[in-house]
């Protein structure tokens, strides 16, 4: 058994090498927009940019900008124009990171932790042995979740969580990379992000 560890901290114990979640759409608004710092001297330029995108605070527009180029937050339209993004080339970058993903879920996944829910503010890491397969750690943690009568679950950042009940079912969420568009804003799919993080120590 592992530590005991906080909530919202499973995030990277089970990462996959190489892979990056919107990837290529990422790369297509880093193209588009350049660098997001910038100097005194291009505060100006920049505020023209907020008021362009519909803001008129300058430090919440630069704060949701990063947010935006993570595709963590929901992006105003505006500033997809502003910048000089065309709608049918994202969606294309779109299609390049769903084909990617689509190969990251071929992958021999060999997990190294599950999470173990200690209690609603806490977890508890549970480590497999070396190069055990996804089937035998689900398999194992069945037995435990029913034995113990805790949630457990096996998190790959980015990619997919399992979940595994008391009652030995499973089920799996999957994080493809997606997006919703309206007339005001594109709206990433959600990561996974706020389920859970672990730190291990």
């Not at 892979?19 to 920049?46: C, N, P, Q, W």
């Not at 180029?69 to 065309?86: C, N, Q, T």
């Not at 190969?103 to 932790?113: H, M, N, S, T, W």
């Not at 992000?193 to 730190?199: C, N």
């Amino acid at each position: 058994m592992g530590k005991v560890i906080p909530r919202f901290s499973i995030k990277n114990i089970n990462k996959i090498d190489d892979y990056e979640r919107f990837y290529h759409s990422k790369a297509y608004l880093k193209k588009k927009s350049g660098k997001l710092t910038f100097f005194k001297d291009e505060v100006d330029e920049i505020k023209k940019l907020a008021k362009k995108s519909g803001y008129t605070k300058f430090n919440k527009f630069v704060e949701h900008r990063k947010e935006w180029h993570e595709m963590k937050r929901k992006i105003p339209i505006k500033y997809l124009e502003a910048i000089g993004v065309k709608l049918n080339v994202l969606k294309f970058t779109i299609e390049l990171d769903q084909k990617e993903f689509k190969e990251v879920l071929k992958i021999d996944f060999k997990p190294r932790y599950a999470a173990i829910k200690f209690n609603p503010m806490a977890y508890e890491t549970y480590e497999f042995p070396p190069d055990t397969s996804e089937k035998k750690a689900i398999e194992i943690m069945q037995k435990y979740a029913e034995k113990e009568e805790r949630e457990c679950s096996i998190n790959y950042p980015d990619i997919k969580i399992i979940f595994i009940e008391p009652d030995a079912s499973v089920h799996q969420i999957y994080f493809k990379p997606d997006i919703n568009i309206d007339n005001e804003y594109i709206y990433p799919a959600k990561d996974g992000e706020g389920i859970g993080k672990v730190t291990l120590k």
